[in-house]
């Protein structure tokens, strides 16, 4: 059934905007900001998919996301104020010109200079094993870098620490719940 669903989510998920449209760069630029990028996926995928900055997170749409993962829930004044003390929020979208979805989200506190740690890496379980996890996180590295941040922690659950381990992560000597990187 969820792989069907899958299927389904994928295959309708495909923008009504042409590739080769004029507007197109405007229309994205409109949508998620000019600090977005869209993801590099297959075309049998059939979605297109965009990293942004600057596009709002709306709380309850990320509520439902982390539903969707299994994480329990935390009362939305919490979350509206980690969101506003965060170095960096990053959203994962669906894209739709009528109504971009987030199916992914991450985000990170810290000094922005020295260390950062990485928070709420979640990409919706519709959406995974496309390769947009591992865009997500190459995508927060990377603005990381841009701010010149030497260290980077990331806590993870035990049960996708192989998949930052997979990513070149660093792991904690236990190898349980978090992962390292460090900046050449």
């Known amino acids: 059934m969820i792989r069907e669903d899958r299927q389904i989510a994928l295959r309708n998920a495909r923008s ?6 004029p507007n197109r760069e405007m229309l994205f630029t409109g949508l998620y900001g000019s600090g977005y990028r869209l993801c590099d996926l ?8 965009v990293l942004s900055l600057d596009r709002p997170i709306d709380l309850i749409e990320l509520e439902a996301l982390c539903d969707a993962v299994g994480w329990n ?11 506003q003390h965060s170095l960096l ?6 894209h739709d010109e009528r109504l971009p979805r ?14 950062a740690t990485v928070w709420d890496v979640a990409v919706h379980p519709l959406y995974q094993g496309v390769g947009l996890g ?25 049960d996708v ?9 660093e792991l904690e000597p236990q190898k349980r719940r978090c992962a390292f990187w460090y900046a050449p």
């Not at 987030?102 to 260390?115: K, Y």
């Not at 591992?134 to 035990?158: C, H, K, N, S, W």
């Open 102 to 115: 987030l199916v992914g989200f991450a985000r990170c506190t810290g000094d922005g200079v020295v260390e």
């Open 16 to 21: 009504t905007v042409s590739e080769h449209s």
């Open 134 to 158: 591992r865009q997500l996180m190459d995508f927060v590295i990377g603005q990381l870098q841009g701010m010149g941040v030497e260290r980077v922690t990331l806590y993870a659950d035990p």
């Open 42 to 49: 297959p075309e049998a995928a059939r979605l297109e998919a």
């Open 73 to 83: 829930r935390r009362p939305l004044r919490r979350v509206r104020k980690a969101l």
């Open 161 to 169: 620490v192989d998949f930052y381990s997979h990513q070149g992560w």
């Open 89 to 94: 929020r990053v959203g994962l979208w669906r």
